[in-house]
């Protein structure tokens, strides 16, 4: 049997974790391993529009453009970091993974430039879109009901064929990837007041809280979580991670159907507080990026916008805020149609 992505605490790339959560000097040699093979992202300004209507003047909102990055999410981070773990054998039976489509997609694509072949369980309710994405890059595509489901059946492939679990959250491989996104914010912007991240499983939020907080503890970091898919806040309130009966929100990306022990430690251990969003909310929150920023999101990158000017608004007012806008993976007809409903 193959070791999961989550289970590689020591490989060639990665020294044994004195800690559980990502070192800075973990997450420096992650950026320079990753480095040519990952994009750089941007930061931009938001001056005009709600955040000139809704804050006050001196509140600055920075934007970290994650959904500019090959695959169109911060995925490819953790992805990569995964793949470059695994020695010729592993590479030889393949990996596997389960996905709404974001991760699939980074996992295609990694395992394309790794020379291995992916199998990918993903719901049927998943973009069209991104599914051909995943073909596109050689995977084997395999749908079925549910993200349960998904899991599962990437699960039975790592036991009867010996592959490897690349999965989209859990596991300090894929932290230490994500976590590269906080160390180019800290560079671009080394003196924010809060960082406002979106919390599927909760993989990016550890990441960029971990070295968020390494870098600067006085920043706060809050992770956003949709109402209908919040087993990290829910996890938060218990003390321990927890599973949902059911997952149900606009936000594919953001439906993770429990929290795992990892990344809720990492998450437990720097983020400031979770908090919760309505659907609604983040439908306000892809109108307000497309019209005033011209930004073409999926709902999930649009949750910080909407905790901003949402649950958060009192909290950020009057602070220099980063907005994790985290993936843009999204179908031309969907992305009208819940513009349309944020615009109402």
Not at 86 to 106: F, K
Not at 157 to 179: D, K, N, Q, S, Y
Request: one cysteine or more; hydrophobic letters at 45%; glycine letters at 8%.
């Amino acid at each position: 049997m193959s070791l999961a992505c989550q289970d590689v605490a020591t490989s060639p790339l990665s020294s044994p974790l004195s800690s559980p959560f990502p070192s800075l000097h973990d997450v420096q040699r992650t950026a320079a391993r990753l480095a040519g093979q990952v994009l750089e992202t941007p930061v931009w300004r938001w001056h005009t529009g709600i955040v000139a209507q809704a804050l006050s003047a001196n509140t600055e909102v920075w934007l970290k453009l994650e959904l500019f990055q090959r695959t169109g999410t911060f995925k490819l981070r953790g992805a990569l970091n995964c793949m470059a773990a695994l020695d010729a054998a592993a590479l030889q039976r393949g990996v596997a993974a389960a996905s709404a489509g974001n991760h699939a997609m980074a996992v295609a694509y990694a395992a394309r430039a790794a020379g291995t072949h992916a199998r990918l369980a993903m719901p049927r309710h998943a973009s069209p879109a991104r599914i051909a994405a995943c073909q596109a890059d050689g995977a084997e595509v395999q749908l079925v009901d549910t993200v349960h489901q998904a899991f599962a059946l990437a699960q039975r492939w790592v036991e009867e064929e010996g592959r490897t679990m690349i999965h989209p959250f859990e596991g300090p491989l894929t932290a230490e990837g994500t976590a590269t996104v906080g160390l180019e914010l800290m560079r671009q912007l080394p003196d924010l007041d809060a960082v406002v991240v979106p919390v599927g499983g909760g993989g990016l939020c550890a990441g960029i809280a971990a070295a968020v907080k390494q870098i600067k503890p006085a920043c706060q970091v809050f992770g956003i979580e949709p109402f209908g898919a919040d087993a990290m806040y829910r996890s938060f309130r218990a003390g321990e991670p927890v599973k949902l009966d059911r997952v149900d929100t606009i936000a594919d990306s953001l439906g993770a159907p429990y929290s795992l022990p990892y990344s809720y430690g990492v998450c437990r251990r720097f983020v400031d507080d979770i908090v919760r969003v309505w659907d609604e909310e983040l439908c306000r929150g892809m109108h307000h990026l497309y019209r005033d920023m011209k930004l073409t999101c999926e709902p999930a990158a649009a949750a910080a916008t909407a905790a901003l000017l949402g649950p958060l608004r009192s909290r950020l007012d009057g602070k220099r805020v980063a907005l994790i806008v985290c993936g843009s993976n999204i179908d031309a007809a969907r992305f009208a149609e819940l513009v349309a409903r944020g615009a109402g």
